[in-house]
């Protein structure tokens, strides 16, 4: 190392470490949506003890110029700024940090107990700072900046001079004039993706569109409007519908998974690829694609969103097989393999080979597919096991597909081990599917949401939180009866500002399994037929509709970030609240999570989080059962039945005595 | 981001993430001793279910080939391996991740349940596998790959041949012909220090020669003889000097600070720089050059280092002050301006302007310096007051010091805010003074010694832990007494691998403060002579001796990764272990933190940090008080005079009855 290359600048002293939030080093992309701000720190400071100042840089999609923001200290070097993004898309952000000579000076010189030669003589320093402020300085500063210098040093005395040097607006009008090329920028840029707020905030409605019809026949797009518009009256945002596609023959699946269908057996979404065509064409059973088209229409007339499954695998009948075989793994006879996992065989479905020779040919192929639907106005997509598939190839593809549509939104399938899961999110899908299907306890839950939501995580990885899946019946909503499927929905929609249900299963509890310890539906709709009676006496659809409603008026069940978890002295009554990233909206929820007991206890609240003053009483009001109760202190009572749950305002200031005009 | 530029590579599927420790993402050095390995873990894994393998790549200065070792799996995508440093100096580490197709396959093929056509196609890609590796592998081992692929494939039973295909080894025998093409490496290559044990681990005596007399006459280098001999015979590895240069007289400070000096006032070592000479000349009242390498002789002779102060400022009279007034700061009229921080004025000292126009020039003459020292044998620098410096012109002096010399140790005195601290350990110190001075109870210690020891500031930060220094006085001290002073000795001495006392004001419990409310000592060394008694009855050196006695004997104490604090139920009493890296050696200490009263209380041990089967019975060992006792389980009681303290070896294996020869 030596001191001639110039990449060491000894004119250069403040030092900057640790910008944050980046992902792995700034490798991968911040996640924020276009009505969030990015709050982000830094460490600068200088040697001795001269002041510094210190600045964020960020810039949008498209942008060359930097906006900058000046960062505020927070103490002990560290600084903050916030930005929000301007658009859609990929920013960068940076930060720069500068000595600050003049604020310096006038700080020294505010608490100088020097002889009058010696003040004289820091005057004319102070001056000749401004003078070089001058030149760097926009125009109309620099001749104030040359004014005040000329002030310090005229014939006046010296208090006088003094005073003029001390004002307090100086320093920050020689701040104009740093020099730019004495700014320290940080070692990286750091990117974030921004994104729309639906890919933050949403509740998900899934429904297998075959079985919309009411008399047992095979449902079309048209049958499936009267879900649409029940999804709406739930005050769903999404309805995400399994692979609409054509769907092999060969090794069909029957009714409950068997290994042979039968010959009206309508076979499963997820088996893609006939005759009628691939991943770009729609089942005929369901109609055409102008059917589709006008159901995407009449969705948006009714202010619902259409995700689709991204599902990249194959029926043996695919065209695609045919027509390239070389895009799947292959025996040395020729044969093309199906998916397996030993001893597990998946006879139905052919796995493309994403490392093949061709990978390129083949990724572009399947951007296309993605591209096809985006196209046709589907801007939601759901992706099915990504973990299957290359991780370069969703990187590559998500920004590909972003870089020319940055309102779509991806999420993940990812139910597999935590490094892939977040691996995939911090590769770029907006949101993920989460093990929050499986965590059913308090401690539990607490747990996994405050790691979602309290640590780095959450900076690349939104959640979306699912209580079941067409995949996925858990024990609890087996053996939990209605009160379970009641608890768990309040928990997905209040814990997450993303949930989703796979209904009509859902809300109208239905709860049988394959077999005994399996987590597969009986009769399940993967692979055959079912007939809902939407308007069943059990059926959720009333408290799915209030908790959505309520969702959609609090801004505090919108955001993530803000979820807190609060003490209970019964582990069946958990005990949580979210509040908006401004603080002003807040909601507190308790949850009964003994589907079978009536449960009672204290809870015991974090009272700075909820906005209220800790001396005085406060109102809660339960938006669920509307009751109102007048609390004090962090310690009071809550008794829930089996499936009930508050869902609470707190309100800090309750009307006294002194409120009544004639008090004083 | 297109397909086509060869970023992004299809064939390359595993993905390689946090590979750790990383200081700041890799932009400085992680630092550990040549007798230390450091263990790398990274996040590695691959879409799909296909095995991957991992290996840990390392290479020491000036060395281009990589070495390798495999890691191994810890679950979840984590891996883990270690390497030593082979020198001193900058090592580089990465990770490389590969997929391990046979291994893949094995696995698949011992779990298939498929039919006899199916498995002999398995055979045959098995053989196929087999044969890639062969293209990659040694020649040895390629014959042995083509003759097993030959078998999968003979004219053999299939079941015989599916029994080859298992072999625990060939999986092994297959790996070791993995492409190299196809290894994907980390993004970042991350540097490690290494450097001398004594960079981690060693007892400091700072004394100031030139009160070595007992006659209250200024003593020279010669005199200084009888302070080496009595440091060594107490057990230090270590004796630092304050600055041995010509002192200036100009602004000269007088007895206890006063402003001004008398005649005969001899002035503060850190206003370096007279008629005489500067930063690499000696005091003459000291002695000459040769004497000074004389001393140093004579330490070595004693299994002492010598550390010598960097105080890189000048007194008014330096050399250079008159020779480069452009590397000084000056005022408008060209007066050179002394150090101050207002209203407080150091008119003894001018510092440096490590930023002036001709930085390159000062730079080199004080890298020069410290050359100049060095060569002389001095390999230990206590840097004075390293943050009121430039933090690029010590990254680069280090390192450049280093490259020529990387055995040399740098302690930073940098008593400044926690960033700064940080900042100037990630910048090449290899040990700092830290806030142990000012950490006096139970609380205090726990948190900032878990700090230090247990997060990632442990990567690039080496405490050196000091109950006192020349400029520090601590309350606890000025009021605690004797007892206060052994307590303090008993924490430095065990909480940290390296501590240092301030001497012999240390150990003759020198208590008095310059004035009320003050840290400063009231007679104070830096600007007068003392005459010490180094027998008095109270001095703690019996103590002192007995303590870095056990700190040899006990690798536990030579390391601080291995710190753990146990529970007490009296705040007065702290308890705490150290293991050494391997786990051999275990220290357990309990120090009585009130110097006035008697403390008792139960300690509430974690048995698996001492190494002792919780069920049996132990003892614990006193090597200060020599009594041992009889414990079983995590609670036992303690009792400890104001002053003492317990530095206990468990032993678990207690004999019994059963260990009796004819017991059975």
Redesign the interface.
Same mark, same amino acid.
């Given at each position: 190392?030596t001191?001639?290359t110039g990449t060491?600048?000894?004119?250069?002293?403040p030092?900057i470490?640790?910008v944050l939030p980046a992902v792995?080093?700034?490798?991968f992309a911040v996640k924020r949506c276009t009505d969030e701000s990015l709050v982000v720190t830094a460490?600068a400071?200088?040697?001795?003890?001269d002041r510094i100042g210190c600045t964020l840089l960020y810039r949008g999609p498209g942008e060359h110029e930097w906006h900058e923001t000046p960062m505020r200290s927070l103490g002990?070097?560290?600084w903050e700024a916030q930005f929000s993004p301007s658009a859609l898309g990929v920013h960068e952000y940076t930060v720069e940090a500068w000595l600050d000579p003049f604020a310096s000076w006038q700080a020294?010189?505010a608490?100088?107990?020097?002889p009058d030669d010696i003040l004289a003589?820091?005057l004319?320093?102070g001056a000749?700072l401004l003078l070089e402020a001058s030149k760097h300085a926009p125009a109309s500063d620099a001749a104030r900046l040359r004014a005040c210098a000329g002030q310090l040093t005229a014939d006046i005395p010296l208090r006088s001079r003094i005073a003029i040097a001390l004002q307090d607006d100086l320093a920050a009008l020689a701040r104009r004039g740093i020099d730019p090329a004495l700014r320290v920028r940080y #070692?990286?840029t750091l990117p974030l993706v921004a994104e729309p707020p639906i890919a933050r905030f949403a509740a998900w409605y899934e429904f297998f569109p075959r079985s919309a019809r009411a008399d047992g026949q095979h449902a079309t797009f048209d049958d499936a409007y009267r879900m649409l518009e029940y999804a709406a009256r739930l005050g769903f945002d999404v309805v995400y519908l399994p692979p609409i596609h054509p769907i092999g023959e060969t090794h069909r699946k029957g009714k409950n998974n068997t290994p042979a269908a039968e010959p009206d057996d309508v076979g499963s979404p997820w088996a893609i690829g006939s005759k009628d065509g691939g991943h770009t064409a729609v089942n005929p059973r369901l109609g055409s694609l102008e059917d589709f088209d006008r159901f995407v229409d009449r969705a948006h007339e009714l202010g619902l969103r259409v995700a689709l499954d991204i599902a990249f695998q194959c029926s043996p009948d695919h065209p695609l097989v045919a027509a390239h075989p070389e895009w799947f793994r292959q025996?040395?006879?020729g044969?093309i393999r199906y998916a397996?996992?030993?001893?597990k #065989?998946y006879e139905d479905i052919v796995p493309f080979d994403?490392?093949c020779a061709d990978?390129?040919g083949l990724? *572009?192929v399947l951007r296309d597919i993605i591209l096809f639907w985006v196209e046709r106005g589907v801007h939601i997509l759901r992706v099915d096991n990504p973990?299957? *598939?290359?991780?370069?190839?969703w990187e590559?593809c998500i920004?590909?597909i972003r870089?020319r549509y940055p309102d779509v939104v991806f999420l993940a399938e990812a139910f597999t081990?935590?490094?892939?899961l977040e691996?995939l999110a911090?590769r770029g899908f907006s949101q993920s599917y989460t093990y929050f299907t499986w965590r059913n306890t308090s401690v539990e839950l607490e747990e996994y949401l405050t790691e979602l939501t309290q640590t780095s995580v959450r900076e690349y990885l939104r959640p979306n939180l699912w209580p079941n899946t067409p995949d996925i019946l858990h024990e609890y909503l087996q053996t939990g009866g209605r009160p379970a499927f009641m608890a768990r929905l309040v928990l997905a929609a209040t814990l997450g500002a993303s949930y989703g249900i796979y209904g009509p299963a859902f809300e109208l509890c239905e709860a049988a399994p394959a077999a005994p310890g399996s987590e597969e539906y009986l009769n399940s709709e993967k692979y055959q037929l079912r007939t809902w009676d939407l308007d069943a006496p059990w059926s959720l659809a009333d408290l799915i509709t209030r908790v959505n409603a309520i969702r959609r008026a609090h801004a505090a069940l919108q955001f993530d970030h803000g979820l807190r978890f609060h003490g209970s002295d019964n582990d069946q009554l958990i005990c949580y609240s979210k509040a908006s990233p401004d603080g002003t909206d807040v909601i507190l929820v308790v949850v009964n999570l003994d589907p079978h007991n009536r449960q009672a206890g204290h809870v015991d609240l974090d009272l700075s989080q909820l906005g209220v003053d800790a001396e005085q009483p406060y109102q809660v009001h339960d938006l669920l059962g509307d009751g109102r109760y007048r609390w004090i202190g962090p310690r009071n009572y809550v008794e829930l039945e089996p499936g009930a749950s508050h869902i609470f305002v707190p309100r800090s200031r309750l009307r006294t005595e002194q409120d009544f005009d004639y008090f004083v």
């Open positions: 190392m001191l001639e060491i600048r000894g004119e250069l002293r030092q470490e640790s792995d080093g700034g490798r460490i400071y200088t040697d001795g003890h002990n070097d560290r020294d010189m608490r100088r107990s020097d003589l820091e004319q320093a000749e #070692r990286a025996r040395p006879d044969s397996e996992n030993p001893p #065989r994403f490392s990978w390129q990724w *572009k973990h299957t *598939k290359s991780l370069a190839f590559w920004a590909d870089s081990r935590p490094a892939v691996g911090m």
